[in-house]
Protein backbone atom coordinates (compact mmCIF):
# COMPACT_ATOMS: atom_id res chain seq x y z
CA UNK A 1 0.00 0.00 0.00
CA UNK A 2 1.56 3.30 -1.00
CA UNK A 3 2.07 5.27 2.11
CA UNK A 4 2.56 9.74 1.68
CA UNK A 5 6.18 10.62 2.71
CA UNK A 6 5.40 13.97 2.88
CA UNK A 7 1.85 14.25 5.50
CA UNK A 8 -1.10 16.14 4.38
CA UNK A 9 -1.38 19.75 4.95
CA UNK A 10 -5.26 20.47 4.93
CA UNK A 11 -5.35 23.58 6.94
CA UNK A 12 -7.16 26.17 4.90
CA UNK A 13 -9.25 26.06 1.70
CA UNK A 14 -6.30 26.30 -1.05
CA UNK A 15 -4.65 23.55 0.34
CA UNK A 16 -8.12 21.42 -0.03
CA UNK A 17 -8.79 22.38 -3.09
CA UNK A 18 -4.85 21.89 -4.62
CA UNK A 19 -5.12 18.43 -3.23
CA UNK A 20 -8.68 17.41 -5.04
CA UNK A 21 -7.50 19.22 -8.09
CA UNK A 22 -3.37 18.34 -8.35
CA UNK A 23 -3.05 16.42 -11.16
CA UNK A 24 -1.71 17.24 -14.88
CA UNK A 25 -5.45 16.28 -16.95
CA UNK A 26 -8.08 16.93 -13.37
CA UNK A 27 -8.93 20.41 -14.52
CA UNK A 28 -8.96 19.05 -18.64
CA UNK A 29 -10.90 15.88 -17.23
CA UNK A 30 -13.69 17.92 -15.47
CA UNK A 31 -14.37 20.31 -18.34
CA UNK A 32 -14.52 17.41 -20.99
CA UNK A 33 -16.96 15.24 -18.75
CA UNK A 34 -18.97 18.25 -18.17
CA UNK A 35 -19.08 18.94 -22.00
CA UNK A 36 -20.25 15.52 -22.50
CA UNK A 37 -17.33 13.52 -23.21
CA UNK A 38 -17.61 10.79 -20.89
CA UNK A 39 -16.29 7.81 -22.29
CA UNK A 40 -12.72 6.93 -21.46
CA UNK A 41 -11.83 6.62 -25.18
CA UNK A 42 -13.15 9.77 -26.08
CA UNK A 43 -11.53 11.74 -23.09
CA UNK A 44 -8.11 9.93 -24.63
CA UNK A 45 -8.96 11.58 -27.57
CA UNK A 46 -9.73 14.64 -26.49
CA UNK A 47 -6.26 14.50 -24.40
CA UNK A 48 -3.84 12.74 -26.51
CA UNK A 49 -0.97 13.64 -24.74
CA UNK A 50 -2.03 11.90 -21.22
CA UNK A 51 -1.40 8.36 -21.71
CA UNK A 52 -4.04 5.93 -21.39
CA UNK A 53 -2.96 4.81 -17.91
CA UNK A 54 -2.93 8.07 -16.47
CA UNK A 55 -6.05 9.32 -17.32
CA UNK A 56 -7.43 6.32 -15.21
CA UNK A 57 -5.46 6.96 -12.25
CA UNK A 58 -6.71 10.85 -12.45
CA UNK A 59 -10.39 9.81 -13.46
CA UNK A 60 -10.17 7.36 -9.84
CA UNK A 61 -8.63 10.33 -8.07
CA UNK A 62 -11.38 12.17 -9.27
CA UNK A 63 -14.53 9.25 -8.27
CA UNK A 64 -12.98 9.01 -4.91
CA UNK A 65 -13.18 12.92 -4.11
CA UNK A 66 -16.16 12.08 -5.39
CA UNK A 67 -16.22 14.87 -8.25
CA UNK A 68 -17.29 12.52 -10.32
CA UNK A 69 -19.05 8.89 -10.59
CA UNK A 70 -18.19 5.62 -12.63
CA UNK A 71 -20.81 3.72 -13.96
CA UNK A 72 -20.41 0.48 -15.36
CA UNK A 73 -22.75 -1.24 -17.98
CA UNK A 74 -22.92 -5.16 -18.34
CA UNK A 75 -22.21 -5.17 -21.69
CA UNK A 76 -19.81 -7.48 -23.67
CA UNK A 77 -17.34 -5.50 -24.37
CA UNK A 78 -17.80 -3.84 -20.89
CA UNK A 79 -18.95 -0.14 -21.32
CA UNK A 80 -18.09 2.46 -18.99
CA UNK A 81 -18.95 6.31 -18.78
CA UNK A 82 -18.10 9.07 -16.29
CA UNK A 83 -20.33 12.10 -15.28
CA UNK A 84 -19.81 14.85 -12.93
CA UNK A 85 -21.68 14.57 -9.26
CA UNK A 86 -23.57 17.14 -8.18
CA UNK A 87 -20.53 18.35 -5.86
CA UNK A 88 -18.41 18.01 -9.16
CA UNK A 89 -20.71 20.30 -11.35
CA UNK A 90 -20.17 23.09 -8.13
CA UNK A 91 -16.29 23.22 -10.11
CA UNK A 92 -17.57 24.36 -13.54
CA UNK A 93 -17.58 28.11 -13.10
CA UNK A 94 -14.15 28.23 -11.08
CA UNK A 95 -12.81 26.26 -13.76
CA UNK A 96 -14.74 28.40 -16.19
CA UNK A 97 -13.10 31.31 -14.49
CA UNK A 98 -9.96 30.14 -14.34
CA UNK A 99 -9.83 29.40 -18.29
CA UNK A 100 -11.46 33.62 -19.00
CA UNK A 101 -8.52 34.58 -16.58
CA UNK A 102 -5.57 32.33 -18.63
CA UNK A 103 -7.58 33.38 -21.97
CA UNK A 104 -7.32 37.15 -20.71
CA UNK A 105 -3.39 36.67 -20.34
CA UNK A 106 -2.51 34.63 -22.72
CA UNK A 107 0.32 36.37 -24.21
CA UNK A 108 2.20 37.41 -20.95
CA UNK A 109 1.64 34.14 -19.44
CA UNK A 110 2.89 32.53 -22.54
CA UNK A 111 5.97 34.76 -22.34
CA UNK A 112 6.70 33.75 -18.48
CA UNK A 113 6.35 30.03 -19.37
CA UNK A 114 8.62 29.80 -22.21
CA UNK A 115 11.62 32.00 -20.33
Same mark, same amino acid.
Given at each position: M?????????????????? &???? $????? %?????????????????KIPDASRRVLNMQLKELEKHELVSR???? &???? $????? %?TDFGKTLIPVISLMGEWGDKNEERLRNVITK
Open positions: YERKIPLNLNCGLDLIGE &VLYG $KWKIR %LLWFINEGNKRPSELQRKVYA &VVPP $KVEYS %L
